[in-house]
């Protein structure tokens, strides 16, 4: 299992586009990967999961990566946090 | 896969369907709109939602969302309910188009469930600490 605390750095935070984006790039993977915020855990392969978080701009979430996958996983979904979602801010 | 149409009061309904296509960032070939208005032909309705559930419905089934029950949208919609086949609900929003746009394995009831559940949780006090 590997696990990154992850900041959120783009200003709208985990809004509902960056969700999607999100879900879709989970969702290429087999392994299993969980997103912590808080008490509240969602499957970053659930869009409406994810949106329930309500993770805005520079809160902080723990995100864990489980099965054969996990490490290119990791890489790439910590990437796209690290690339604000593609938004540019 | 499930198709969907949108039969709702003026144009809430092509607004959630920008909404989500916005999300998605595309647009959803298997999800059409159609606005009912005061003065409208309810006969050329029914014709034209007729004709959407036919486009939509690639064999496994349309689900019609509406907004309100009891009122006219929604009145027209149940002359095409067809059990397990065409199925309406009520009181759409956002997070039930995108739970229902997000399933693409499952089969029409599972979708209306899940639907019913997001639509559910997703209504919320907002905690400004949280």
Same mark, same amino acid.
Request: hydrophobic letters at 40%; aromatic letters at 6%.
């Given at each position: 299992?590997?696990?990154?605390?992850?900041?959120?750095?783009?200003?709208?935070?985990?809004? +509902?586009?960056?969700?999607?984006?999100?879900?879709?790039? +989970?969702?290429?993977?087999?392994?299993?990967?969980?997103?912590?915020?808080?008490?509240?855990?969602?499957?970053?392969? !659930?869009?409406?999961?994810?949106?329930?978080?309500?993770?805005?701009?520079?809160?902080? =979430?723990? =995100?864990?990566?489980?099965?054969?996958?996990?490490?290119?996983?990791?890489?790439?979904?910590?990437?796209?946090?690290? !690339?604000?979602?593609?938004?540019?801010? | 896969?499930?198709?969907?149409?949108?039969?709702?009061?003026?144009? #809430?309904?092509?607004?959630?369907?920008?909404?989500?296509?916005?999300?998605?960032? $595309?647009? #959803? *070939?298997?999800?059409?709109?159609?606005?009912?208005?005061?003065?409208?032909? #309810?006969? $050329?309705?029914?014709?034209?939602? *007729? %004709?959407?559930?036919?486009?939509?419905?690639?064999?496994?089934?349309?689900?019609?969302?509406?907004?309100?029950?009891?009122?006219?949208?929604?009145?027209?919609?149940?002359?095409?309910?067809?059990?397990?086949?065409?199925?309406?609900?009520?009181?759409?929003?956002?997070?039930? @188009?995108? $739970?229902?746009? *997000?399933? $693409?394995?499952?089969?029409?009831?599972?979708? /209306? %469930?899940?639907?019913?559940?997001?639509?559910?949780?997703?209504? @919320? %006090? /907002?905690?400004?600490?949280?």
């Amino acid at each position: 299992m590997i696990k990154k605390k992850i900041k959120i750095i783009n200003k709208l935070g985990l809004h +509902a586009r960056a969700s999607s984006k999100l879900t879709e790039l +989970a969702s290429k993977f087999k392994c299993e990967i969980k997103i912590k915020k808080g008490n509240e855990e969602a499957d970053a392969k !659930n869009m409406m999961d994810i949106l329930m978080l309500s993770a805005s701009f520079e809160s902080k =979430v723990d =995100v864990t990566f489980s099965g054969i996958d996990e490490k290119k996983a990791a890489e790439e979904i910590e990437k796209l946090f690290l !690339n604000f979602f593609g938004e540019g801010e | 896969m499930v198709g969907y149409l949108l039969v709702t009061h003026g144009e #809430i309904g092509s607004s959630l369907a920008d909404c989500v296509y916005h999300i998605f960032n $595309k647009k #959803i *070939s298997r999800l059409d709109c159609i606005s009912i208005n005061p003065t409208d032909d #309810i006969d $050329k309705k029914k014709i034209a939602i *007729s %004709q959407k559930i036919k486009k939509n419905n690639s064999g496994d089934g349309v689900i019609i969302f509406t907004d309100i029950i009891g009122a006219t949208p929604c009145n027209i919609l149940k002359d095409f309910i067809i059990k397990n086949k065409v199925e309406v609900l009520t009181g759409v929003n956002a997070a039930m @188009l995108i $739970k229902a746009l *997000s399933s $693409k394995n499952k089969d029409l009831n599972n979708i /209306i %469930q899940d639907c019913i559940e997001a639509a559910e949780e997703n209504i @919320l %006090q /907002i905690d400004p600490n949280d």
